[in-house]
């Protein structure tokens, strides 16, 4: 039998394979957002575009990304037609495509990003956290929370960001309860299943905070 708490991450799942289609165009540019990736030399001014993030996969209805941790893999799919700057950022990060820094004055390069990267934080019931490297990707992404994306059920996949608008880049967070108190507070870029899997990497960060799991390699996948 399934616990209640399981068959909400698996309606999450459905709920937002239901309604991904397409990416959507990008919104309109913050201007003070691409003045501030601009002055950090971000060649992409925080939009990557989703074409160079795609570019090479096989042709699918589906785009996914698959966590393999220490504790198994986590399956999500992403939707491009909520947050389609998002989406397109974190597929070329996975991916070794989008450029980014280490370090502030360090050189722009690729690599796939998150590989290696810790769980660095827990919220105990409500959410694991990871995809920090170094002091971060030397670039911000501007807000797309929809008003029909709120986090009502478990298994979300979201941008972490500092609470000042604008703020989000590479981390994220993987929900496994409702967190109503965040709606409008996070961009939502999709949902995930295999709860046992973010519980365990939950446990697994809080027993031993000096040596917390990681996050092996996000395999980005498009399936029919």
């Known amino acids: 039998m399934r616990t209640p708490l399981r068959s909400g991450f698996g309606l999450a799942l459905v709920a937002l394979c239901a309604c991904a289609s397409g990416p959507r165009p990008f919104p309109p540019p913050v201007p003070e957002v691409v003045a501030r990736n601009q002055s950090a030399g971000d060649p992409h001014a925080g939009r990557f575009t989703y074409e160079e993030a795609v570019a090479g996969l096989p042709e699918g209805s589906r785009l996914l990304a698959v966590l393999s941790t220490d504790a198994g893999e986590i399956r999500c799919t992403l939707d491009p037609s909520e947050a389609p700057i998002a989406v397109a950022n974190f597929v070329g990060l996975a991916r070794g495509l989008r450029p980014f820094q280490d370090a502030p004055e360090g050189p722009w390069h690729t690599a796939p990003y998150y590989d290696g ?18 002091t971060g990707p030397g670039f911000v992404l501007q807000d797309e929370m929809s008003a029909g994306h709120v986090f009502d059920r478990p298994g979300l996949l979201a941008l972490a960001n500092t609470g000042a608008p604008h703020s989000s880049a590479a981390e994220f967070f993987i929900s496994f309860a409702p967190l109503t108190q965040l709606k409008g507070k996070h961009t939502i870029i999709g949902s995930c299943d295999s709860e046992d899997v973010v519980r365990e990497l939950a446990r697994r960060a809080l027993a031993d905070p000096a040596n917390p799991p990681k996050i092996a390699t996000v395999t980005i996948r498009r399936e029919p």
């Not at 990267?117 to 170094?134: M, N």
């Open 117 to 134: 990267t810790p769980v660095h934080r827990v919220q105990d019931g409500e959410f694991i956290q990871t995809g920090r490297r170094g």
